[in-house]
């Protein structure tokens, strides 16, 4: 059974940074998409960035280009977002999914089986 826990959120200022975390239990370490979306009040789900296991592949939502940066560990067993150059349009609860195969942020969010519970994101003026 595939689980997945976040950490890392937290209240920043504009122009601050912060690293969200994805601990992982129960994915294939050679065939997952790991996925980072986030969700405002009043607005759609959004997928912010995506990393395909086999080869490290990763997109980005425009949005975030330039400023987020998803990772694997070496293991495989956990999965990182580093937010920098935070704006208040960031805020947002963000949350891991995960999914066997290729995955990319144009593909939908209810491709995705499994999330973890969120991970709340505050960015203020």
């Known amino acids: 059974q595939v689980q997945l826990m976040e950490s890392g959120g937290g209240s920043v200022q504009a122009g601050g940074s912060l690293r969200l975390s994805c601990a992982t239990s129960g994915i294939s370490i050679t065939n997952s998409c790991l996925a980072w979306f986030r969700h405002a009040p009043g607005k759609e789900r959004e997928a912010v960035a995506t990393?395909?296991?086999?080869?490290?592949?990763?997109s980005y939502a425009d949005s975030v280009k330039g400023r987020f940066t998803i990772s694997q560990d070496s293991d495989k067993r956990a999965v990182y977002l580093q937010m920098t150059s935070l704006k208040p349009e960031d805020t947002a609860m963000y949350y891991c999914?995960?999914?066997?195969?290729?995955?990319?942020?144009?593909?939908?969010?209810?491709?995705?089986?499994?999330w973890g519970q969120g991970t709340q994101v505050t960015v203020s003026s």
């Open positions: 990393i395909y296991s086999l080869g490290g592949s990763t």
């Open positions: 999914a995960a999914d066997v195969g290729f995955c990319h942020v144009m593909i939908s969010w209810t491709k995705y089986n499994t």
